[in-house]
Nanobody, 115 residues
Framework: QVQLVESGGGLVQPGGSLRLSCAAS????????MAWYRQAPGKQRELVAV???????NYADSVKGRFSMSRDNAKNTVYLQMNNLKPEDTAVYYC?????????WGQGTQVTVSS
């Protein structure tokens, strides 16, 4: 049974930081391209960052310079370090695992940026 479990969301003030984690089980983690998406109320889900098995990471323009994605293949976990958070970063953040043949999603974790 495949599971992606996100954690680390919460309420933070503008300018603050959060670190999201996504722990995967039931897949050969190193073979999957991992990504973070987010969906704000009334908006479509959008790509935040994507990281393959190598070290190359791509980010949405809106988060470049503020967010950093990393993975630990030994722990089957990906992370999203979010700094200098803004109210417009408020959304449910989802983890996705993609092997071209199979795609899996986590249940999401809420991030709210508000004073």
């Amino acid at each position: 049974q495949v599971q992606l479990v996100e954690s680390g969301g919460g309420l933070v003030q503008p300018g603050g930081s959060l670190r999201l984690s996504c722990a995967a089980s039931g897949i050969t983690f190193s073979m999957y391209v991992m990504a973070w998406y987010r969906q704000a109320p009334g908006k479509q889900r959008e790509l935040v960052a994507v990281l393959g098995s190598g070290s190359s990471t791509n980010y949405a323009d809106s988060v470049k310079g503020r967010f950093s994605m990393s993975r630990d293949n030994a722990k089957n976990t990906v992370y999203l370090q979010m700094n200098n958070l803004k109210p417009e970063d408020t959304a449910v953040y989802y983890c996705k695992a993609d092997s071209r043949f199979k795609v899996y999603w986590g249940q999401g974790t809420q991030v709210t940026v508000s004073s």
